[in-house]
């Protein structure tokens, strides 16, 4: 063992950052603590299993055993079967991959496809590289609700080889009808691709109730660790693998895999699909909790996409007047982490385009913020927000009669 002094990560915090009070952490859809059975998990694996998985001696069979039984764990997470399951490196590679996969592999039908107005970046990423090869993309708008119409599908162009829509909406929690425009997309015989990494773990999923062809996940959003995840490609699907070189993945994904990393997946996927109802149950309380508390100390709030179906631990509000870079700020300096549903550049805040799509005004969407619980959030934790947000939105108010950019 070294007798180096092991890295810590306290003394990398910002100078001045205050310490203390404790963290109130709101902000689980950007990323989740490490599950404590995960993390074990991993020690172990990164002590014990050092070789290749793909050596045929003893020890990488060892390792080999190891990644089986995690593909398992995913694929059980969404009732898939585990030969359907392609490790990568998150959810913003699983979403090229299945979109850029199914395209390739479907290009002699057509050089068409069609992504969700308010699909993820990765996706529209994967939209924009298909774009620089000649394809055609076409973006499927979505209703005030965030929704997309399912007759939309019935309007693609034919030559349309891929429709890639998300399961829930990572800054709104809306849910999509993805069954619903699956089945649409089968007739079709259009393919479809599921962006469910902001689903998985906080709704049971079941892949052939969806009906989808790929279906992505990504670890760090159901408390495994960051840089891992998964593609789900349905048995029949065509798919041409994007990183290429080696056979690994059965011939669908080139390079040694992350071993620790897809074993602490394995358990956080294993943890996540056995809580996923009760855990479901608790957050939606807490949200009621959350919401009615904020409407009551504040009336004019705006809680984004509320209509339609929305995941347990996601609220998206804006309250008018309070700009998101203020709100952020001052919450944090209170020890509350949120994102802002609204980009800051130097300075000038830009609407966040899903919060656009839904065709929220811009001084309205420049005001959004995300709150997102998850498995340690406790009541009294709603309550300290609710109280502090009140707080903060009075104090960026004031900050706004000035200036709103
Ligand atoms: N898709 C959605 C809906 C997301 O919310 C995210 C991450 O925020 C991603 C894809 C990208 O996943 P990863 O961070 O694993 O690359």
Not at 231 to 239: E, T, W
Not at 245 to 255: D, F, V
Request: aromatic share 2%; net charge negative.
């Amino acid at each position: 063992m070294s007798t180096e002094p092991a890295e810590r990560f306290d003394e990398h915090s910002p100078q001045g950052a205050p310490k203390e009070p404790a963290l109130i952490y709101f902000d689980h859809n950007a990323s989740t603590p490490l599950r404590p059975e995960a993390f074990e998990a991993m020690e172990a694996c990164l002590a014990e299993l050092h070789a290749n998985p793909s050596s045929l001696h003893r020890e990488g069979q060892r390792a080999r055993a190891a990644v089986e039984r995690a593909r398992a764990q995913v694929a059980g997470l969404v009732h898939a079967r585990p030969e359907e399951v392609v490790f990568t490196s998150g959810g913003t590679e699983g979403d090229h991959a299945a979109l850029i996969g199914a395209a390739w592999a479907l290009e002699s039908r057509g050089r068409r496809v069609a992504i969700s107005a308010v699909e993820h970046h990765a996706v529209h990423g994967a939209a924009e590289v298909l774009a620089r090869l000649g394809f055609a993309v076409d973006h499927v708008p979505v209703g005030v609700d965030g929704l997309v119409d399912p007759a939309a599908i019935d309007r693609l162009r034919p030559e349309t080889t891929v429709f890639s829509v998300m399961l829930a909406n990572n800054e709104t929690g809306v849910l999509q009808p993805v069954a619903e425009l699956a089945r649409r997309a089968a007739a079709r015989g259009i393919r479809v691709h599921c962006d469910a990494v902001q689903a998985a773990g906080k709704v049971p999923i079941d892949r052939d109730l969806l009906g989808t062809d790929y279906l992505v996940v990504s670890a760090h959003k159901l408390g495994g660790p960051k840089g891992v995840g998964a593609v789900v490609v349905r048995g029949d699907a065509p798919f041409e693998p994007l990183l290429r070189g080696s056979a690994h993945e059965h011939g669908r994904r080139g390079g040694t895999e992350n071993l620790s990393g897809i074993v602490g997946f394995g358990v956080a996927a294993e943890r996540a699909g056995r809580e996923v109802e009760h855990e479901g149950a608790r957050l939606l309380a807490l949200r009621a909790r959350l919401e009615s508390g904020i409407r009551a100390a504040l009336p004019d709030v705006v809680i984004h996409g509320e209509r339609g179906p929305r995941l347990p631990n996601t609220v998206n509000l804006s309250i008018p007047g309070a700009r998101s870079d203020h709100l952020l700020m001052s919450l944090d300096a209170r020890g509350i982490a949120v994102s802002a549903g609204a980009a800051c550049a130097s300075g000038a805040v830009e609407p966040s385009p899903v919060l656009t799509a839904m065709g929220v005004p811009r001084e309205l969407a420049i005001c959004a913020l995300r709150l997102s619980m998850g498995r340690t959030t406790t009541p009294a934790e709603v309550d300290t927000v609710v109280a502090t947000l009140a707080e903060c939105a009075r104090t960026a108010r004031a900050a706004a009669t000035g200036v709103i950019r």
